[in-house]
């Protein structure tokens, strides 16, 4: 069970994404279904800007688990060299808490949250092959976050 979005619009998409039979070929925009013609990329920005509607949600990223952005909508920080940035220290980010909880045997890290002065960045796991990060003004408090995160992940993950 995913992100429940607003929008029953957003919800036939996340619907037709879960039966996708993975014939996909990767294009500029995302990825793209061939039988059903199906755009990934679309699905996974419309999930970001339910995500983003949130009132401590400033922006949120979808990113590889190599750095690559696969889907935005980051007011912050400006410029697309900025993004990749942000989205390639995320994954590095990420790798480091790896090695430190596997050293510790304390498994897999699930979610990652840096403080800021103006507000937090949270990282999570959407899956196997993706990472999810919000970037939350200062009203954020992680215990009415942490539930939308993972609904959000979950469906990011269930796209992919």
């Not at 979005?5 to 036939?12: D, T």
């Not at 998409?13 to 755009?39: A, C, H, P, T, W």
């Not at 899956?127 to 990060?133: C, D, I, N, R, Y």
């Not at 539930?147 to 959000?152: G, Q, V």
Request: charged share 20%.
């Amino acid at each position: 069970m995913g992100f429940i979005p607003k929008s029953s619009k957003l919800r036939i998409k996340v619907d037709l994404i879960n039966m996708l039979s993975g014939d996909e070929i990767s294009i500029q925009e995302g990825y793209y279904n061939q039988k059903r013609g199906f755009s990934t990329a679309r699905a996974l920005n419309d999930i970001l800007k339910e995500l983003s509607d949130l009132y401590w949600v400033v922006s949120a990223a979808v990113i590889r688990r190599d750095g690559i952005l696969m889907a935005s909508n980051m007011t912050r920080p400006a410029g697309s060299d900025s993004k990749n940035a942000c989205a390639l220290i995320s994954a590095t980010i990420v790798g480091a808490a790896k090695n430190i909880t596997t050293k510790c045997r304390m498994g897999f890290p699930k979610l990652i949250i840096i403080q800021a002065k103006e507000g937090d960045i949270i990282i999570s796991e959407a899956g196997s092959k993706a990472l999810l990060v919000c970037l939350t003004n200062e009203r954020y408090h992680p215990t009415l976050m942490s539930p939308e995160i993972n609904r959000a992940a979950q469906s990011v993950a269930a796209i992919l």
